[in-house]
């Protein structure tokens, strides 16, 4: 069996962070796959390498000399090949160099930062490098071509030995170099995961795993042993950022559990993310959320008896653009909750929207909501859950404005004032930590 290990930019910032990856790629024969990211900063002053590539490709569409920018890439990766004794370097950055002087575009100058690392650290591994441009395949409209990405990546990684693959990009049917979003290198190394029909995915960072709930908001909050993919989404869809959305798709599909761990403290347990867990031990696996909601209140009555009133609301909102988050409801109301950059300069045009097409007997829209998810798939085997949690919000005197639970009782939702969102978390998480 084989693991796939990838490993994010804090990780490879400088010669003694990949020093230390080696030190954990050598500990155990089954990390075999190495996905990797570009180096990340060093400290808060630092430039990330992915912005200064997109910076060189603008100055040479405006038709200004880059070479003073891409001296800051040069230097970095230079510094890091010198150190490690990889005298490749050296040409591999003068044909990026070449190449982005020629006027090549913003995808594959941006994609170099994985390109290069991945060479780097490859041949410092003495491993295989394995191009994501060969073996990433992207259809029309950027959308990923799974099944021919799968084939093609289980050819080039077939064998005996060491395999290194740069994150974040593939190409597109015409060729050209395509790039995921930001933090794509985690979907890369979910999908050689799934190419290579690994053990585990590791994803190695600067964190120990996921936490129970903020660090900013709580003072060293509880780390998540264990948390379910289902559980790992509402999560991560909260605000609870540790890895990339779209990287759980295909390890979820195949039933490959990801490990989440810290090159820094190799020895912390982190998390494991899998298909099922024993969910009675626990009430909850944590709480997060997010500001900059807004509700679209509509009130009209006998509105229950008005065949197609919600989906003409929604309609509305697809008509202009405009994707929602939750539309909880009464018998005579509904609100549907919105984000703010969503709705951004279209309030009055939704108004106007439904008012002429459904005569609401009052509409409005509230504003400076925050959104706050309770997340557990233990929460179905314990009696009082709702009670608890709007008990704890209470005792500190938080108003709820909306309140959201799905039938499979995953989760509760509760909508907050703005002002009053870091109070909640609190109250929340000293509430179920217990």
Sequence with gaps: MSFVSKFGGTSLADADQIRKVAAIIHKDPRRRFIVVSAPGKRNSTDKKITDLLYLCHSLVQQGINSTYAFDVVRERYMAIADSLNVPEMF????????QIAAGADRDWVASRGEYLNARLIASYLGGTFVDAAETVHFGPGGKLQADETYRSLAAHLSGNGLFVVPGFYGTDPNGSVRCFSRGGSDVTGAIVARAVRAEVYENWSDVSGLLMADPRLINNPRAIAEV????QRELSYMGATVL?????????????????LNTNSPGDPGTMIVTR???????IVGVAGRKGYSAIFTEKAMMNSEVGYGRRVLEILETRGISYEHAPTSIDTLSVIVHDEELAGKESLVIHDIQNMLRPDRIEIIRDLAMIATVGEGMIHKVGMAAILFGALSRVGINVRMIDQGASEINIIVGVASADYEKSIVALYEAFAD
């Design 91 to 98: 040409d591999w950055l003068r044909d990026v160099q070449l």
């Design 228 to 231: 379910t993919y289902r559980e």
């Design 244 to 260: 990339h959305d779209e990287a759980v798709f295909p390890v979820r599909e195949a039933d490959i559990p990801i490990h989440i």
């Design 277 to 283: 867990r024993d969910s009675t031990a626990s009430k």
